[in-house]
């Protein structure tokens, strides 16, 4: 598979470094709508329709006009939009690196070619479990003809990622999920529980067991993730970051505002229509109270390579 290249991480690092006024990610929900309803899942409903497809592609030209360097789709559930390769294509055509999160229920051969052809980079699949129950459908019993079709026709890089805190039940079954997509080609990451305001969901003894054992066999960056954020919090301790959520990281809501992440809606709550560079300057120096307990990894991964400059004095 393709995707993400080495050198379009070191241009995206580049850019970083180079700049403290450039997004390095951006998350565009296109849809609130879902095909399924897992329950412990907050970011989702039944009756939305679609984005307008013209109002996202004047999102990402304006994400494009603000220097940002990864796109993500998410929603509710991308590829329920009719847009969605669309959307890919434009964010492509700006030369921003194009990814997307998606459940995988909806992929067929097409699908996958189309988002060849329009260029995504990087897909990421939540799995919960091996076999579906009342939380979640989301298991590899209910997926593994999407994930064979993946493997042969996606020419875009895979990543399966697992959560654990669900149930007691489902933990072992995180060891299970990460070997399924080892042998498959994909990459594999775990992320913790957490619930609608970000707090981090307490891990069992046997749990904590199975993520240190996922750990161990992670990539450098999801252990580096691991040591700087999510080893305290599962002890209930606090982190001592910098956060830039509203600079180098956005959360652009349905409705086309500006938030810090999925979990802090409403602040700043600016259209990002109208979010320039004084916005992006004014969130990367001010702290946010929410990140002492922060579990939102992307942002954390979209805030690390600033950890060691520019010190926060103003609070948000």
């Not at 509710?76 to 700006?94: C, F, K, W």
């Not at 990451?189 to 307490?202: F, I, K, M, Y």
């Not at 960056?221 to 180098?248: D, E, T, V």
Request: aromatic fraction near 6%; charge should be positive; glycine fraction near 8%.
């Amino acid at each position: 598979m393709a995707g993400v290249t080495l050198a379009d991480g070191l241009k995206v690092a580049g850019n970083v470094l180079t700049s403290r006024s450039k997004p390095m990610l951006a998350h565009l929900v296109v849809t609130r709508y879902c095909n399924l309803d897992c329950t412990y899942c907050s970011e989702f409903d039944k009756v939305s329709a679609p984005v307008p497809l013209q109002k996202l592609l004047d999102r990402v030209d304006r994400l494009a006009r603000l220097g940002t360097q990864i796109v993500t789709l998410t929603g509710g559930e991308p590829l329920t939009h009719p847009g969605h390769d669309a959307i890919i294509a434009r964010v492509r055509e700006h030369g921003m690196v194009a990814t997307t999160i998606t459940n995988g229920f909806l992929l067929t051969k097409e699908r996958i070619d189309g988002m060849n052809d329009a260029g995504l980079q990087e897909m990421q699949i939540s799995i919960d479990g091996v076999k579906p129950d009342e939380v979640s459908k989301k298991t590899l019993k209910s997926l593994a003809g999407k994930l064979e079709l993946l493997s042969k026709h996606a020419a875009f890089h895979v990543n399966i990622n697992s959560v654990l805190g669900i149930s007691e039940e489902r933990t072992q079954d995180a060891l299970e999920v990460a070997q399924s997509a080892k042998d498959l080609g994909f990459s594999h990451t775990v992320g913790v529980l957490h619930d609608a305001e970000g707090t981090l969901a307490p891990l069992s003894a046997t749990q904590r067991k199975v993520y240190d054992d996922l750990m161990a066999k992670g990539s450098v960056a999801h252990r580096i993730n691991y040591l700087m954020f999510q080893k305290n919090l599962m002890s209930g301790k606090p982190n001592a970051w910098r956060c830039r959520a509203g600079a180098r990281y956005l959360y652009i809501c349905e409705d086309g505002l500006v938030h810090y992440c999925s979990q802090q809606r409403g602040k700043p709550g600016i259209p990002l229509e109208n979010y320039g560079v004084a916005d992006i300057v004014r969130e990367y120096s001010s702290k946010k109270p929410c990140a002492p307990f922060c579990t939102v990894s992307c942002v954390h991964q979209a805030s690390f390579l600033d950890a060691w400059r520019s010190p926060q004095r103003v609070t948000a």
